[in-house]
Every structure is written in C-alpha cells, then in structure tokens.
C-alpha cells in the first residue's frame, strides 16, 4: 500500500508527530516487523564475549557519561566557526 504524505507541506513538527505515530504502531506490533539475520550473529557475538570476560555489562548512567564525553572529544576537533553547534550541548 502507498501512502501519500505531503512532507513539502509539513512542517518539522508534524513531520515528527508522524513519525512518533508510526513508531509507536510498529511499537505495538513488534512480531510482525521481521529483524535481519545480522542482528541475531551480533547478538551471539556478543554473548560470546561476555562469557569469555572481554566485555562487561555496565549501567545506563556510566554508558551516558562515556557517550558524552565521547561527543565532546568529538566537537572539541572541529574546527572554530564551524562548530556553532557546540554551544547547544
């Protein structure tokens, strides 16, 4: 089925609000949406390296804290006058 959606009419946040709608459909339906093969080799992979030791489980707020200094190393590489982005953080 296509669905017909005027995007060029839309503006950011009813563009958003449409995708919130989707996913949360596809939310509720989570059996129906087919997962690819890959998925379940990385899953396994995974698996192996914490019962081998090399990798460990850690929290929510330790996996933010290393993502947020993950991207401010990030910004701090780029080049002034183009980083307007950086004051946002």
């Keep these: 089925m296509h669905v017909a959606i005027p995007l060029d009419k839309m503006d950011v946040t009813e563009k958003l609000r449409v995708l919130e709608e989707v996913w949360d459909s596809l939310c509720h339906s989570q059996e129906d949406v087919p997962s690819p093969a890959w998925h379940g080799e990385v899953l396994r992979e995974r698996d192996?390296?914490?019962?081998?030791?090399?990798?460990?489980?850690?929290?929510?707020?330790?996996?933010?804290?290393?993502?947020?200094?993950?991207?401010?190393?990030?910004?701090?590489s780029v080049p002034d006058g183009e980083a307007d982005e950086r004051d946002r953080i």
Excluded at 51 to 68: M, N, V
Aim: no cysteine; aromatic share 6%.
């Design 48 to 76: 192996q390296r914490i019962r081998e030791g090399k990798s460990k489980f850690i929290d929510l707020a330790e996996a933010k804290r290393g993502s947020k200094k993950d991207f401010q190393r990030i910004l701090s």
